[in-house]
């Protein structure tokens, strides 16, 4: 496992993901229907259509790298509660592969990923749980469980954020490392 491979690659573009879902999210909430969109590269018309082909992608990719990065912490979802992996594949990496001081990394526990949180703790837990759902019920398969309402669109804004504070403060605080870049903002209009 090369540790700085994943350390300024790997998880900064997983934390970008992120940062593409909650924009991409903002967007997908506020707007009552698709918009006209064009993209370009290098100032060079590429693609016309809606925005749905920009946005879907972005939220899709960034939920699965959400979700990945939530397992990376060492969280999952289970039986409808936010809780610990209790064991890893032997292929998995996680937080804990990794050390400061020759003490390796802890898991997050489901009560620092929620503490974290300066609002209702349940407001957290459906955050991080909502991710968890969407990843799993809603890309890989089609799934009336996807509409249940045990998640708002608040609850995904909540966790766009949460994420990468707690990726931050987990792995690249104690191991002394700045923060990587991985907000992804637009252009206001």
Not at 22 to 29: C, N, R
Request: aromatic fraction near 10%; include cysteine.
């Amino acid at each position: 496992m090369d540790r700085a491979n994943l350390l300024e690659r790997h998880i900064p573009y997983r934390l970008q993901a992120v940062g593409a879902l909650s924009l991409a999210w903002d967007w997908w909430s506020t707007w009552e229907k698709p918009k006209e969109a064009q993209v370009f590269f290098d100032g060079s018309l590429a693609m016309i259509g809606t925005s749905n082909a920009i946005i879907n992608p972005m939220m899709e990719s960034g939920f699965v790298h959400a979700r990945a990065l939530l397992e990376f912490l060492g969280l999952c979802s289970r039986k409808g509660k936010l809780a610990n992996i209790q064991r890893r594949r032997p292929d998995d990496i996680g937080v804990e592969h990794f050390s400061a001081n020759g003490k390796p990394l802890l898991r997050v526990t489901p009560t620092v990923a929620i503490g974290m949180y300066q609002g209702p703790p349940e407001d957290a837990e459906r955050a991080f749980l909502a991710v968890f759902h969407l990843a799993n019920k809603g890309f890989a398969h089609f799934s009336a469980d996807l509409t249940q309402g045990r998640w708002s669109k608040a609850n995904v804004a909540v966790a766009c954020r949460g994420i990468p504070i707690l990726v931050i403060n987990s792995l690249y605080v104690p191991l002394g490392l700045p923060a990587p870049e991985y907000e992804v903002r637009s252009n206001p209009r």
